[in-house]
Structure formats: C-alpha cells, structure tokens
C-alpha cells in the first residue's frame, strides 16, 4: 500500500477505516528494518497524525494497531522527533502505564496496549539522546519502579514485565541521573534483588545460602532466565562503582544476599548452552561489581555430598568461575569483553580469601614438571595465561599477568619461575619491581612446592624464557682475543649509532627497580653509592 495512501486516510481520523488501513501497512513493513530516504517526510507526518490520533478515545484494538505503526515508524532514527516531544512521550508512557504524575500512575487496563507501549518506548529511547532527557525529567523510571514493586501481587504477562524490565536497563545504561535516581531514591539494589529472587523462585536455607535439592538443579525455564538476564544487567548498572567504595553493615548484608543469589545463579543452567553461557556472563559481570569483603559468600555454603571441597570450603562457585574463564580462553573471540570481568574477579577473589587463592593456584600454577618446553607452550590453563601475557591489548595481557602475579603471592622470583622473565617483564617494569623482591600484601609464609624434576633442572634453566635451553655452539670459539674485541666494539658501535638516530633508546634498571634511560639508571645508582658511602661515614 502507497504510503501516502496511509497518511491521507490517518488524516481523515475516522476509526474504522484507519484501523483497517493500519492493519495492511503494519502486516506488509513488519519485518521492516530500513527505509527509503524518498518517503521520509512522509513518515514524519504520519508519526505526527498517529501519536495525535493515539490521544483519543480509541478501542483497545484500535489503540494496539496504532501503537504497532508507531513501532514500526520509531526503528527510523529520522522519523523521531514526533515522539521525543513531552506530549509524545508522555502520550506512549500513559498508554505503558508508567506515566509519574503527583505520585499517581494512572493504569491502563489493556495488556497489549501496554506491551506493545513498552517496545515504542524501548525503541524511541534507544535511538534518541532527546527522549533519553525528556524521560528523566518526566520520571518514568519511578512508573517503572513501582510497577516492578508489584510483581508479587499481580499477575502480569511475561513479555510485559521482560519490557519494564528492557526499558529500565536502557534508562539506567544511557543515563548517569536516573541510574542514581534507581540507586538511591528508590532503593534500586534491594528492589531488583527482590525482583531476581521472585525471577528465580529460591528458598533459603541460611541468611546466604539458597536451599538446593540434592542432585543435579533443573535449568532455570527459557521466560525466566530472559527477565534474570536483564535484571542483571539493571543491577550492574546501578552497582557499578559498589566495588570502589566502603559499604556499611547494613549495605554489606545487601550485597552478601545479592552475591547468594548470583551464586545460585552460576550453579544452574540456563535452556541450551549459548544461553546458559550468556546467562553465567551477566552473573560474573555483576559479581565484579560487587563490594570485594561481600565475596565471601562464594565460599560461605557447607559443603555437601558431591561438592568439591579444599581445606574445608565449598569450591564449586570458584571452580565453574575457573570452567568459564577457560572456555572463554578456548573461544578465543573478544577477549576483552569476554575475559577481563571474570579474571578481574578470580584475581580479586585470590587476593582477599587465602583459601580460593591456594584452590586457584592448585588448578592453574600446579608444581613444575615440564621444564623442557616454555611456560607459553602448550593447552594447559597456565600456557593459555602466560601467552596472554603478551597480547596486544594492553588490558587482557594485564589481566592475565594480574592473575597470575596473585596466585603467586606477588612474589617476583616465583612469578618468574612460572611465566619466564621475558612474559613477566612488562607487569614488573609497570610495578617498578624489575629488580626483584615483593610487593606488599597480606600472603601467608608457605614455601613454594619443587618437584624432583623442577629441582633438577632449575640450574639450567633460562629465566627469561622460562625452559632448559639446548646448549648453543660458542660463536666466538676459535676467534683470537683482537677479533674477539674487535667484533665487540662493532657491535657497541651498532649500538651506537642506533641510539644516536633515536632507533632504540638504552633503558637500565634504577635502584628503586624502574626501567629509566641508561644515563638517568646510572646517575640514580651513583646518586644512591654516595648517599650510602655518607651514611657509613666514608670519604
């Protein structure tokens, strides 16, 4: 159907042959997606007839109909400015039910009027930094806070509440002041916590410990598990900087009763395994955001027939927490996104509880035997994370040395011992530890366990790569010692000229254990000879 035809009936308002006209225009651009530039005004004005027409009183199939153009016409990010006035969102939100008015929200009654409301709004605040104002100013999130408050008591459709619950995450991903609104004013935490539990449908066995029958847990159904994954990704919006904070006592129970029920969470299953993998993404993104003492509830379950104990503690959480970070390794596809949150995680995990760090290091840095071949060599869990050590992006191959820095109680020598000097040098320059020693930390004692092979081997090995190298035939052998001196001041003089061009620049190591230019390294370390020759009383 022409599209002026549409606008020109839509004009005329008259109900019937307007919802009849809509009805063929909505079947036919359904699955619509681009749009011609030629027929653009066209469009606007028949958003502007449409979000007019909305504002009468119409039959609820009639406003359905309507709602559904106006969807359609709202995935072109050109047509917008209709509906990203106050009156054309105000008009959507009041048909959603989510209208904030003076502490009234006026209900709609119709189900579908409202669902298909929500996917407008959805669509219009996605798309339009304009609307994305105007909806904070209106307060819409308070509708949805309070619409969301009463899932408990009242029967609402699936695809109703997983659109409450879409719009909230886009409201609170595009705007700082409605995230905090969520946050503070409406007591945003505890209301999605409430919501996730409800999602789930758990029962407590202790303040932090979800009742789980014995066996395998059935997987969470495919309805659920949609509107648990956009809670999620609510509550790591407003929880964001929770983990760079100091929380009090009654904000920590808060965060230790959120981190139980994220723990639930990683030990179901999701409907399929892409699900399941998306679903446990979201619940170890959140995790990061959570308080680092608040942790502790990944520990906190006793430990059962079938669990997977170590010194005492329940394992499980942190071993599927392990099982992930190694499928994303084996995936190998946007590693940024896809690692950095849960080796974040494990690592901050490992600094705090002794426990899980011994667990970790037990799984990925087990005592040496293969001495023959390089730390990066090979499909254990430790030669996948010593060869990310060096990978391009700065923040996966910081991760991945972070990681295994802590398991390595941030000891120089065994961090060394386990990933080679040469993996290991870019994490030591940045922490100005290239000359050895510890950083500081509260790690027990306990020497590091030498296997009879790594004894064996350990004097022949190459620390900078990490292996017993091969021995090398003697270059120099047979040469005379003016040969000999004469190939090494051709090679100083390469040096040289190199350093002169600014090719390479000479670094040295200072006495603090930075990398400096060589003149800066030497002036420090004579700087530092003579201090300690006045401080011994030495002419």
């Avoid at 009742?211 to 964001?240: C, D, H, S, W, Y």
């Avoid at 190694?326 to 426990?355: C, F, I, M, Y």
Wanted: one cysteine or more; glycine letters at 4%.
């Amino acid at each position: 159907m022409e599209l002026r035809t549409v606008v020109a009936t839509v004009e005329s308002g008259e109900q019937d042959t307007v919802l009849k006209v809509l009805q063929i225009y909505n079947q036919e651009k359904s699955q619509c997606f681009t749009f011609d530039d030629e027929e653009r005004e066209e469009r606007k004005k028949m958003a502007q007839l449409l979000i007019k027409f909305l504002e009468r009183e119409l039959q609820p199939s009639c406003q359905v109909t309507c709602l559904e153009s106006i969807r359609i016409l709202s995935r072109d990010k050109y047509c917008l400015d209709p509906f990203t006035t106050k009156e054309g969102l105000k008009t959507l939100s009041r048909h959603a039910g989510i209208d904030y008015s003076e502490e009234l929200i006026r209900e709609v009654p119709d189900l579908d009027v409202i669902l298909e409301s929500l996917k407008c709004l959805c669509n219009i605040v996605f798309s339009s930094p304009r609307a994305q104002e105007l909806t904070a100013e209106a307060r819409l999130v308070v509708g949805l806070a309070k619409r969301i408050k009463l899932y408990n008591e009242r029967s609402l459709p699936h695809e109703v509440k997983f659109f409450d619950l879409r719009l909230l995450f886009l409201l609170t991903a595009l705007r700082v002041d409605i995230r905090q609104q969520l946050a503070q004013e409406l007591r945003g935490i505890s209301l999605m916590t409430d919501t996730l539990e409800l999602t789930l449908g758990v029962k407590w066995m202790d303040p932090y410990e979800v009742a789980t029958e014995e066996g395998l847990l059935p997987p969470l159904p495919r309805q659920e598990t949609e509107r648990a994954m956009e809670i999620l990704k609510v509550l790591f919006n407003i929880t964001f900087d929770s983990s760079k904070r100091e929380v009090d006592e009654e904000d920590a129970a808060l965060y230790r009763h959120l981190g139980a029920l994220l723990r639930h969470c990683l030990m179901i299953s999701a409907d399929g395994e892409d699900r399941t993998e998306e679903f446990h993404s979201h619940t170890v993104n959140l995790l990061g955001n959570l308080p680092l003492k608040c942790l502790d509830v990944l520990l906190t379950p006793k430990v059962q027939p079938g669990s997977l104990e170590y010194m005492g503690v329940n394992m499980d959480a942190v071993s599927i927490l392990l099982d992930f970070l190694e499928r994303r390794l084996d995936r190998g596809h946007k590693l940024k996104e896809s690692l950095t949150p849960v080796l974040n995680l494990l690592t901050e995990s490992a600094r705090v509880h002794r426990q899980t760090r011994k667990f970790l290091k037990a799984k990925v840095l087990p005592p040496l035997r293969d001495v023959r071949n390089r730390p990066e060599v090979g499909n254990s869990l430790r030669n996948k994370l010593v060869r990310l050590m060096t990978h391009i992006d700065t923040d996966v191959k910081h991760c991945a040395a972070e990681f295994l820095f802590v398991l390595c109680k941030e000891s120089v020598s065994r961090f060394v011992k386990y990933t080679g000097y040469g993996n290991a040098a870019g994490l030591l320059a940045a922490r100005g530890l290239m000359a050895g020693g510890r950083e500081e930390g509260e790690y027990s004692e306990d020497e590091d366990t030498d296997t009879e092979e790594y004894k064996e081997a350990k004097p022949n090995i190459n620390p900078v790569t990490g292996r017993v190298e091969e021995k090398l035939p003697n270059p120099m052998e047979g040469m005379t010692e003016e040969q000999k001196e004469y190939e090494a001041m051709k090679l100083v003089n390469m040096f040289d000229k190199l350093s002169r061009e600014q090719v390479i620049q000479p670094m040295g190591i200072t006495p603090s254990g930075n990398l400096a230019p060589m003149e800066n390294a030497i002036r420090d370390m004579a700087d530092e000879r003579s201090s300690s020759d006045s401080d011994l009383g030495l002419d």
